[in-house]
């Protein structure tokens, strides 16, 4: 009867072992995967704040184009700044001879 009960402690062993193994080598490489991926934030916390620093420099152009454009429109055309122009003025009629 010894050897039976052996027996499936031993497998009862290996089933767990095996179960605790698989276990701790994805503990181990979700830390590897933790640590690969912390060391390269500051890399991409960098990328990140030059993409934003990019973006910002085109709205700020754009925003000075708009304003620009907004003043332009608002100062007018130049044939209004020109001065009045000379109206005509009714010439007093002669009149006609016999």
């Avoid at 830390?31 to 934003?52: C, E, F, H, M």
């Avoid at 209004?80 to 000379?86: I, K, N, Q, S, Y």
């Amino acid at each position: 009867m010894e050897r039976p009960l052996l027996a499936v402690l031993l497998l009862v062993g290996l089933v767990i072992g095996c179960a605790v193994g698989s276990a701790y080598a994805r503990a181990r490489r979700g830390w590897n995967d933790y640590q690969t991926v912390k060391k390269s934030v500051p890399g991409a916390r960098r990328g990140a704040w030059s993409l934003i620093r990019g973006v910002a420099v085109k709205a700020g152009v754009i925003a000075l184009l708009l304003f620009g454009a907004a003043a332009y429109a608002a100062v007018g055309d130049d044939d209004e700044t020109a001065g009045p122009t000379p109206s005509q003025s009714p010439s007093p009629s002669e009149t006609p001879h016999r």
